[in-house]
């Protein structure tokens, strides 16, 4: 199956600091990539998608100030946040879509921000 | 209304039972339906696509109703191991959409 990489697999950093999170299709090209966010107990929340070559998409609420996207290449997106606040901890997943799968997507192991 | 509900549980069930879950979804054109599992602290994984003329997969049966726009999952003969939330996602173009999960222990 195909295989979607994440990294830092975790990070604790201070307020005010910012923070990458690389996302990387292994064996496949990715046209599209999407940012998840999910804290505990809660279902994944779609915070954008990242289209190869363009503009991300953000989803109503997120800001996009504060959540850089950047999606440079078919294997690469990131996720960068500015000036992480406590509230920013959570759980950080990226997925690719591969759309020859069925419109199938699949998951990287997710990061996990802490935020002191 | 949301694009995709599922009863968030939580599911008990002894080892060796059959449990069944239904998710429903709002918008007729939505194209792709999956379920996914997801352990705690782990991403989530794909269980298994959705067809309209229904897909089993060992003790895991998933049928999708277009006319009533919901999916079910039926697991049967419950294992330990089955204990996850289980997300019900619908796809339509470019975007997928996830239901808040529906939480399983299996007891011993």
């Known amino acids: 199956g195909a295989v979607v990489s994440q990294h830092p697999s975790w990070v604790i950093c201070k307020s005010g600091t910012s923070v990458k999170i690389e996302c990387r299709s292994l064996?496949?090209?990715?046209?599209?990539m999407f940012w998840y966010r999910q804290f505990p107990k809660q279902s994944l929340m779609l915070m954008a998608t990242?289209?190869?070559?363009?503009?991300?998409?953000?989803e109503q609420g997120v800001e996009k100030d504060k959540f850089l996207i950047n999606h440079a290449s078919l294997t690469l997106s990131t996720l960068t946040v500015t000036s992480a606040h406590p509230e920013d901890s959570s759980f950080y997943i990226c997925?690719?879509?591969?759309?020859?799968?069925?419109?199938?997507?699949?998951f990287g192991p997710g990061t996990r921000l802490t935020v002191t | 209304r949301k694009e995709v509900e599922q009863d968030p549980g939580p599911f008990n069930v002894p080892e060796g039972a059959t449990v069944a879950f239904n998710c429903t979804y709002s918008?007729?054109?939505?194209?792709?339906f999956f379920w996914y599992r997801q352990d705690c602290r782990k991403e989530p994984k794909l269980l298994m696509s959705?067809?309209?003329s229904g897909n089993e997969d060992g003790r895991f049966t998933a049928q999708l109703n277009r006319a009533s726009q919901y999916i079910s999952l039926l697991i049967r003969d419950s294992k330990l191991s089955d204990s996850a939330t289980y997300l019900c996602?619908?796809?339509?173009?470019?975007?997928?959409?996830f239901g808040t999960g529906t939480s399983l222990t299996v007891i011993p």
């Open positions: 990242s289209n190869e070559g363009s503009k991300a998409t953000y």
């Open positions: 959705v067809y309209s």
């Open positions: 996602v619908v796809n339509r173009g470019n975007q997928f959409y």
């Open positions: 918008n007729s054109a939505s194209q792709s």
């Open positions: 064996d496949f090209q990715a046209t599209t």
């Open positions: 997925s690719a879509h591969r759309p020859s799968q069925a419109y199938e997507q699949y």
